[in-house]
Structures are given as structure tokens and as C-alpha cells.
């Protein structure tokens, strides 16, 4: 795990394993799964992910535990990946950190109100290429 990384607390590891199952799902539009290659091994991982905001173009993942996780690392190495997320999966490019003004503007007034409660200084944009 890079030095920019806060080690996730094992609570939150055993939820990724219960929630990677459910996540995209079209009844959990709040959690998406993130399928990437690892950087070295070139084995496939799946990551559950919160989608804080998006738009018809970009989709924002907060990063709670820092933008040097292996997931956003091994995404931003290979130049994307795909995203499972409401029912369908979408490839995804263009992986690039951002602070939280760009998810403030694209969420909608529920999800700015929880963005702002959250207080992550760094998102995930993702550029959207629809359908697979």
C-alpha cells in the first residue's frame, strides 16, 4: 500500500467482501464494483465502491482512505477499467484525482447535503463509455 494510503480497519475490509456481491446492482445505486488488473501480478480484482455524484459523462468515487489505494493505482496504471454499476457495465477511462469541488457541482442537492458531511479531500473521476 503506498505512503499516501490510510490502511482501511479491518471492519471495513469484511464489509468490501459482504458488499462486492451486491455491489452494482440496479437496487444499489449507491455502490458500484470496480473491476481492474493488478499493476504487477495482472490479476483481476473487484472493489466496492461509493459513487458520490455523477454525471451523464463522469462518475466521482470518494476516497476515504487516500488516492494511493492499489485499486486507484492499478486504474489509473492500466488507464481505466469497468465499473458494474445500476444493472449494467460500463468501461471506464480517464482515471484522474480531484479535490471536492467537481463533485460538489455534479451532485444533485441530497448527495451535495452528504459530500459535505463526508469531508474528503480526494475523488476518483472516471470518464463514463456507456455499455460494454
Request: proline share 7%; hydrophobic share 45%; glycine share 10%.
Amino acid at each position: 500500500m503506498a505512503l499516501d494510503a490510510k490502511r482501511p480497519p479491518a471492519a471495513a475490509q469484511r464489509f468490501n467482501q459482504v458488499a462486492v456481491k451486491v455491489a452494482g446492482w440496479r437496487w444499489f445505486p449507491l455502490w458500484a464494483a470496480v473491476e481492474h488488473r493488478g499493476r504487477r501480478s495482472g490479476q483481476r480484482y473487484t472493489t466496492p465502491v461509493a459513487v458520490a455524484a455523477s454525471t451523464s459523462e463522469v462518475l466521482y468515487i470518494g476516497l476515504p482512505w487516500g488516492p494511493g489505494t492499489d485499486w486507484v493505482r492499478n486504474l489509473q496504471a492500466a488507464g481505466g477499467g469497468t465499473l458494474r454499476w445500476k444493472g449494467a457495465s460500463h468501461a471506464v477511462t480517464e482515471p484522474t484525482i480531484v479535490g471536492p469541488e467537481e463533485p460538489l457541482a455534479a451532485a444533485k442537492t441530497l448527495q451535495r447535503q452528504m459530500l459535505s458531511r463526508w469531508k474528503l479531500e480526494h475523488f476518483l473521476r472516471l470518464r463514463i463509455v456507456r455499455g460494454l
